[in-house]
C-alpha cells in the first residue's frame, strides 16, 4: 500500500472520528474497510446496519461530510 493510500485513509478515519459520536447516539457505528480509486467503503455496524434510513444516512450524511473534508474522496460505498 502506497504511502499516499494510507494518508487518505488516515484522513478518512479523522473525519469518520467527528461523525461516529452522533451514530453512536443512536446505537450505530461506522467501520472504515479500505478507500480504493479515491473510493470510502464503509461499513455501516449495530443499529445502523439494520436502519431503514441507512442509505439516507450514508450518502446524504457520511458521504457528503466526507467529500466537503476530503475534496479527493469521490463516494463513499457500504459494504
Not at 40 to 67: D, F, H, N, Q, W
Request: overall charge negative.
Amino acid at each position: 500500500m502506497t504511502e499516499k493510500v494510507m494518508e487518505l485513509k488516515d484522513r478518512v478515519e479523522e473525519v469518520l472520528d467527528t461523525i461516529r459520536p452522533s451514530l453512536q447516539m443512536d446505537g450505530g457505528d461506522i467501520e472504515l474497510v479500505d478507500v480504493v480509486d479515491n473510493v470510502a467503503k464503509v461499513r455501516l455496524k449495530g443499529a445502523c446496519g439494520t436502519c431503514p434510513s441507512s442509505i439516507y444516512t450514508l450518502k446524504m450524511g457520511v458521504e457528503r461530510i466526507l467529500m466537503q473534508k476530503i475534496p479527493e474522496i469521490k463516494e463513499v460505498e457500504a459494504v
